[in-house]
């Protein structure tokens, strides 16, 4: 698979170019296990269950929000209590997978480019300790975007490919408008 190119802008509104190139499979397949224990209890709450919308035209509303990029849709009626229940599991798993050397294994394969602090243009690999600090201190909404595109680029062709109907092929559609 050959690398994939997006712009994120960082929190204080500079834009940089990130090239995710897909992890090598040994890596992509202990990541999955992972990443599916951590988000899909989550991510079934929001979509299918207790946290999730309280009827069909509400889902429906949303996921066409979010497919659209549009705000309409978005105010769906949810159940607080359920998805306050599903938030704190999947904190609680992500601490467990790791955290931050979760994130750093995410982005081994991921270059961030755009202007230092110098002024001058600079590519950092991500998945490094002095990279990844340097990137995200003070600066989570981009490590979040930087992630939700690593997630795309390794495993949404996947998913995709699987998605025939169900919770499947609304994960596949959640996860492509993350980034979006």
């Known amino acids: 698979m050959t690398p994939q190119t997006k712009t994120i802008t960082s929190s204080d509104g500079t834009e940089y170019t990130y090239t995710c ?25 929001i979509v299918g269950g207790g946290a999730g919308p309280k009827s069909k035209s509400d889902a429906e509303a949303m996921l066409d929000a979010l497919e659209s990029g549009g705000g309409e849709g978005l105010d769906a009626e949810l159940d607080g209590a359920a998805l306050a229940g599903a938030v704190r599991a999947f904190a609680l798993e992500f601490a467990r997978a790791g955290g931050s050397k979760l994130c750093k294994k995410m982005l ?24 990844f600090s340097a990137a995200y201190q003070g600066n989570y909404a981009e490590l979040i975007q930087a992630i939700a595109f690593a997630i795309q680029v390794n495993f949404l062709p996947s998913l995709r490919a699987n998605s025939g109907s169900g919770l499947m092929s609304r994960m596949t559609q959640l996860l492509s408008t993350l980034n979006d």
């Open 21 to 45: 190139t897909p992890h090598p499979a040994e890596e992509g397949v202990d990541l999955l296990p992972v990443l599916l224990t951590i988000g899909a209890p989550l991510l079934g709450a």
């Open 108 to 131: 081994a394969h991921t270059i961030r480019d755009g202007p230092g602090a110098d002024g001058s243009n600079k590519a950092i690999k991500v998945g490094d300790k002095a990279g």
